[in-house]
């Protein structure tokens, strides 16, 4: 089975910490994704990753920054973490571009909250 | 910004056909309709995807319309555990970014 995990479900963090949030998948996947989702607004895409060392902004990626040092591993980092990214946080991975079959695998989720 | 619209709720009885819209009046030539839905504390799934033609899988159908500005996931006979938030993405193809709107929450009750 495939599969996309994310380091922990539920996390509580205090304003100003910075937080790590790690996603790893089994598919030998190129491409990697986090997004947050929020009551009301949906899914946004923060930042992804086409390939190792690689990253783009999504459409919200202010106050976060991204890692990608190994293939099948993705971080999401927040420098100093504020209330307004209390949020849950989805990663999604999926092979190669330019494919008309593009499947994005998502993890289960951690529900982040600020204090 | 999502480039779909879709009712925010609808209810199906269990074991009837549960057929939820999407309008997707400004989809491009070479854009696909992506169906994706995400049951309560779960990431999304894939369910389904299609350009033109009507597709079929052991999950679920999509008609999509002629002029391609809209188009139907049909659930066949649904079940309870079918309730969950339906998501219509239009995806361009050159790139592999899936802009979700907000869904539509499918309440499927016995």
């Known amino acids: 089975d495939v599969k996309v995990t994310q380091s922990s479900r539920y996390l509580v963090k205090r304003t100003g910490e910075k937080v790590f949030l790690e996603c790893v998948q089994d598919?030998?996947?190129?491409?990697m994704f986090w997004y947050r989702q929020d009551p009301g607004l949906g899914l946004r895409l923060i930042y992804f990753s086409y390939d190792v060392k690689m990253k783009e902004k999504g459409d919200i990626p202010e106050g976060y920054s991204v890692s990608r040092e190994k293939k099948e591993r993705f971080s999401l980092i927040l420098e100093s973490a504020s209330t307004n990214q209390t949020s849950m946080y989805l990663c999604?991975?999926?092979?190669?571009?330019?494919?008309?079959?593009?499947?994005?695998?998502f993890g289960p989720g951690t529900r982040l909250t600020v204090l | 910004d999502a480039k779909t619209t879709q009712p925010t709720s609808m209810d199906c009885a269990e074991g009837r056909a549960a057929n939820l819209p999407c309008n997707h009046s400004t989809i491009s030539g070479n854009e696909y309709v992506y169906w994706y839905r995400q049951i309560h504390s779960q990431g999304p799934q894939y369910i389904i995807h299609?350009?033109?033609n009507n597709e079929t899988n052991e999950m679920a159908s999509l008609i999509i319309t002629e002029d391609r500005k809209s188009s139907t996931l049909i659930l066949p006979h649904a079940t309870l555990r079918d309730t969950a938030v339906y998501y219509c993405i239009v995806r361009d193809p050159n790139t592999d970014k899936l802009i979700f709107g907000t869904g539509t929450r499918l309440q499927v009750f016995p």
């Open positions: 299609g350009l033109k």
């Open positions: 598919m030998d996947h190129e491409n």
């Open positions: 999604a991975s999926s092979s190669e571009t330019a494919s008309s079959y593009n499947e994005q695998f």
